[in-house]
């Protein structure tokens, strides 16, 4: 089982980036994926995520109206559009695929981890 993030990069305040996460080894339509980050010094957070269907989205409250968070059943894959970039934003983004429990913001119940891919936002 891999999940291969990518799609981070260097980018200036107000910009954009996509990040993609394409899961590999097994099908993850049937459940929850999502994104978390991790900046230095800092507790690893909840960004965003998407159940199976019908697609429910679900966004931390720093990033929602900025982020968008979607998923390609067909590919396997999930993406991550960010808008509205803050040198806040700076922080390694992991996507991840939780198969079971009941909170989706809690990276404990996350089972599958990508391997991070690095966004910094410069002011």
């Known amino acids: 089982v891999q999940l291969q993030a990518s799609g981070g990069g260097l980018v200036q305040a107000g910009g954009s980036l996509r990040l993609s996460c394409a899961a590999s080894?097994?099908?993850?339509?049937?459940?929850?994926m999502g994104w978390f980050r991790q900046a230095p010094g800092k507790e690893r957070e909840f960004v965003a995520a998407?159940?199976?269907?019908?697609?429910?989205?679900y966004y931390a409250d720093s990033v929602k109206g900025r982020f968008t968070i979607s998923r390609d059943n067909a590919k396997n894959t999930i993406y991550l559009q960010m808008n509205s970039l803050k040198p806040e934003d700076t922080a390694v983004y992991y996507c991840?695929?939780?198969?079971?429990?009941?909170?989706?913001?809690?990276?404990?119940?996350?089972?599958?981890w990508g391997q991070g891919t690095q966004v910094t936002v410069s002011s």
């Open positions: 991840a695929v939780r198969t079971g429990g009941s909170n989706y913001r809690d990276y404990g119940q996350y089972d599958y």
């Open positions: 080894g097994r099908t993850f339509s049937s459940y929850f």
């Open positions: 998407i159940s199976w269907s019908p697609g429910m989205t």
